[in-house]
């Protein structure tokens, strides 16, 4: 689907730094060159980085994101092509049976509060935008149904409007390697926007989220088999019983020279409509 250029009206900038005695917690600044190298070597493990959600305008992907609450991508994209084929936009979506909403997409599970989402979004979409998404963060979370974390992924999938998706993952990681000293997802978010080139928000989140899902698990990191760990001071992470506090630090070379095994992003359920 052809992405159009953001606007200036859309278009987003990273945020200043605070003064030093307008913060009482800010997170130091990251060295960049640690910065540019996590970059890199996500981007080789995690070459592909598009949604594997099935969908053919923005309207469709608000509607497969809000599916994917607590759902696998695989099963959204089995239930999607019935739901779609009858209700293909915001319109007909708008006019349809609540019941005939919730039994097309039972299977994928929360599906009376799925189905009132995505109708009283729907609705609102036509009320409030002339039957089309809307394609700034301030007006997608007004939408029932949709947070700042999936309006994130609307801009910058369907729109090309880069954002950083803040979920569980890309917290939890962002603090294990010193980018954010935050837990709250809106200081995540600025803080990444700082350090990352905003022509890689979009992609950076997603790697972070596959990284989170294959290597970096919240209860047992896979510090020994990383290849971020040379440059990953692990803030919080415990040293498991073997094997981690055995394994010498890896140096940075030459083994960050070497070619990096991809791997392929799997379809894990979500946690959570919106952190
Ligand atoms: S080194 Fe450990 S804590 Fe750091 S990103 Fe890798 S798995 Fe996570």
């Known amino acids: 689907m052809p992405r159009r250029d953001p606007s200036p009206r859309t278009r987003r900038t990273a945020p200043e730094q605070p003064p030093a005695s307008a913060a009482r917690r800010q997170t130091p600044v990251p060295d960049p060159d640690r910065v540019q190298k996590i970059r890199s070597l996500l981007t080789q493990l995690y070459p592909e980085t598009t949604t594997a959600l ?6 469709q992907l608000a509607v497969a994101t809000i599916l994917s609450a607590q759902c696998t991508d695989a099963r959204v994209n089995q239930v999607t092509p019935t739901l779609f084929a009858r209700y ?3 319109e007909t979506m708008a006019q349809a049976e609540l019941e005939e909403i919730e039994h097309l997409i039972h299977s ?5 509060a799925k189905a009132k989402n995505i109708q009283a979004c729907a609705r609102q979409i036509l009320e409030h935008h002339a039957g089309m998404l809307p394609d700034t963060l301030d007006a997608l979370v007004q939408l029932p149904g949709i947070g700042r974390k999936t309006a994130n992924v609307i801009l910058g999938d369907a729109f090309g409007i880069p954002g950083i998706p803040v979920d569980t993952h890309v917290g939890r990681l962002s603090r294990r390697l010193a980018l954010t ?9 600025q803080d990444l926007m700082r350090w990352v080139p905003q022509n890689e928000w979009t992609t950076f989140s997603h790697r972070l989220i596959f990284h989170g899902r294959q290597v970096c698990h919240a209860r047992k990191p896979r510090c020994s088999a990383c290849v971020l760990e040379a440059y990953c001071p692990k803030v919080g992470v415990t040293p498991l019983p073997h094997a981690v506090t055995s394994v010498p630090a890896r140096a940075p070379s030459p083994q960050s020279s070497q070619p990096v095994r991809r791997a392929q992003p799997r379809s894990h359920p979500r946690k959570s409509p919106d952190a």
């Open 88 to 90: 293909p936009d915001a």
């Open 54 to 59: 099935h969908y053919g305008s923005p309207f």
């Open 108 to 112: 994928t599970g929360f599906f009376r």
């Open 181 to 189: 000293i935050h837990s709250d997802p809106v200081k995540v978010e």
